[in-house]
């Protein structure tokens, strides 16, 4: 927003407003699928549930019911659990918070409880967003299996190309005093 010619430009993921005042949903995979809590873009899951999106049931699929996408119709795509490093990590090292993602949230309706503000989802047009997109797309995928057994395919999500973009930031060294380069 814009308030008297100062302008926030709520660099950090959550926050919106005038001021940066107001806060609204973390971008995590698949939001969690309603399973946990969204928080810098780790998703802290609900007893029972495990996995980078909360759709692993943590019980014998007797106790619990198995994940919506879970099927078993072919082909048959595994889904690995990838150590943070290789995708959801990044999320915690975005530059703004709408780096790295392929959506982000602003506010379309503040009321005065934040917890009834309506929200509105907008995508970004960066290379990077397919790989969220995939990651999410196939970890809800009625083709998703969580037996690697019964796979015909695997899909590794590592969220590489925001890795280039951190590198190819300007750097003071390199831009402002070092010889041979503009």
């Not at 495990?50 to 099927?71: H, K, M, T």
């Not at 890795?163 to 831009?175: C, F, H």
Request: some cysteine; proline content about 8%; aromatic content about 12%.
């Amino acid at each position: 927003g814009q308030v008297d010619g100062f302008k926030c430009s709520c660099l950090y993921e959550g926050l919106a407003g005038d001021y940066c005042e107001l806060s609204v949903p973390h971008v995590c995979v698949n939001q969690c699928n309603n399973r946990g809590e969204c928080k810098g873009g780790f998703c802290h899951c609900e007893e029972g549930w495990l996995g980078v999106d909360c759709s692993i049931p943590s019980a014998p699929p007797a106790e619990v019911e198995a994940p919506e996408q879970a099927s078993s119709q072919s082909p048959l795509i595994f889904v690995y659990e990838m150590p943070p490093q290789f995708n959801t990590n990044i999320l915690q090292r975005r530059q703004t918070g709408n780096s790295c993602v392929h959506r982000h949230y602003s506010i379309i309706d503040a009321k005065p409880a934040l917890n009834n503000s309506a929200f509105l989802s907008s995508y970004s047009g960066w290379y990077y967003t397919s790989e969220m997109f995939l990651h999410e797309y196939f970890l809800r995928s009625p083709h998703r299996t969580l037996d690697p057994n019964k796979a015909d395919f695997f899909y590794v999500p590592v969220y590489g190309s925001c890795n280039i973009q951190l590198l190819n930031e300007p750097s003071p060294r390199l831009t402002g005093g070092a010889k041979g380069f503009k």
